[in-house]
């Protein structure tokens, strides 16, 4: 059964094909499916706190209702992944028990401040920029639930980018304060945001497997330099700068270079010392008990449905 299976399974990723739910599949291939995911469903969950903390502080009505849509958007992306991942036999509770417990990882990125209203920019611009760069190649991922939902997840992260590269441009053609403020952003974001990306290939223990898999179709440093090469274009239109000297694009190559980054840094932030990992995770707790409510009354409004039907 196994032989077969695994024969199908080799044939299927050899043809650059689909992997459903209810396909044989290596044990392996199935636990870096339900890491990943579960990862990428609890980075988009952390990730809406950074910018609801400026939900309330949005400096107009049209700034506020469209920081709320995008935030929203992300809740949305985590519950598909959420459920991508469950076709994988985790159950939904079992992830959320797990970050809740501090024992499953989300994005690095989302363990830094968003200290002025610029950062709600430099976030959309610069972090869903990324997620994009990392996410378009995922909408082709071998496992059918995964490249599904990213080809939704793709589509509204266009929009969150756009709305970010506006307040960046709006704020770059005020007031000089106004224009210093979103350099600073910028300048805050652009490393975090690159090493969003993951370690340098070289230190990337599930690179080879992955892209193997079909799973990862670029390594980390080529989809990190094309961001790059993305936002030299785009922060001319801004009027900004990015704060590093030795970005520049190899003749020879044909790829974008930048300068280096801290991986020390990297590596604290996921070891939980990032400068904000305590108080997301404590947040993602209280929301969590606040929530029990909720989740009991629609359990037991689903049991009575069930006794209904079953009348
Ligand atoms: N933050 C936290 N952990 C990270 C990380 C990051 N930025 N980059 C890598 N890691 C972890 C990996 O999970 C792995 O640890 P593990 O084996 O315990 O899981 C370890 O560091 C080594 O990294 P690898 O390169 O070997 O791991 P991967 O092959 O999984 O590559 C990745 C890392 C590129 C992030 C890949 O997992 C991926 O593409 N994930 C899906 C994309 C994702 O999670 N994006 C989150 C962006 S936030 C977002 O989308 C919200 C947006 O709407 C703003």
């Known amino acids: 059964r196994d032989a077969e299976g695994q024969a199908n399974f080799d044939r299927v990723i050899a043809d650059d094909s689909r992997i459903e739910p209810k396909d044989w ?61 469950e076709t994988l036999g985790q159950s939904r509770d079992e992830m959320m028990d797990a970050l809740i417990a501090g024992k499953a990882r989300y994005s690095s990125i989302f363990n830094y401040p968003a200290r002025t ?19 378009v190649p995922l909408c082709r991922a071998s496992f059918g639930p995964y490249g599904r939902a990213m080809v939704r997840v793709c589509k509204e992260e266009s929009f969150h980018q756009r709305q970010g590269f506006e307040i960046l441009l709006e704020l770059s053609n005020g007031t000089p304060e106004q224009k210093q403020m979103a350099q600073d952003a910028v300048n805050r974001w652009y490393a ?19 892209m193997a898999w079909n799973i990862k179709r670029f390594s980390n440093d080529e989809l990190r330099n094309r961001f790059v090469g993305m936002m030299m274009e785009q922060v001319k239109v801004l009027g900004l700068t990015l704060p590093d000297e030795e970005i520049r694009f190899n003749e020879e190559t044909k790829k974008w270079e930048h300068g280096p980054l801290d991986w020390d840094e ?22 969590h008990d606040d929530g029990a409510w909720v989740r009991e009354a629609a359990a037991a409004y689903a049991e009575k449905q069930q006794a209904k039907q079953s009348m």
């Open 117 to 135: 209203w610029a950062d709600m920019g430099a976030i959309g611009w610069m972090v869903d920029g990324a997620a994009i760069c990392n996410q």
């Open 266 to 287: 990297f590596h604290e932030v996921l070891a939980g010392r990032g400068p904000c990992n305590a108080q997301r995770l404590e947040r993602r707790r209280e929301a």
């Open 25 to 85: 599949m290596p044990a392996a291939y199935r636990k870096t499916l339900l890491r990943q995911i579960s990862q990428h469903a609890h980075s988009e969950i952390i990730g809406m706190q950074p910018e609801a903390n400026w939900i309330s502080r949005a400096p107009s009505l049209k700034r506020k209702a469209i920081l709320m849509a995008k935030v929203q958007d992300e809740a949305g992306h985590g519950l598909y992944l959420y459920s991508a991942a």
């Open 192 to 210: 975090p945001a690159l090493m969003m990306f993951g370690p340098p290939d070289d230190d990337s223990p599930n690179s080879k497997q992955s």
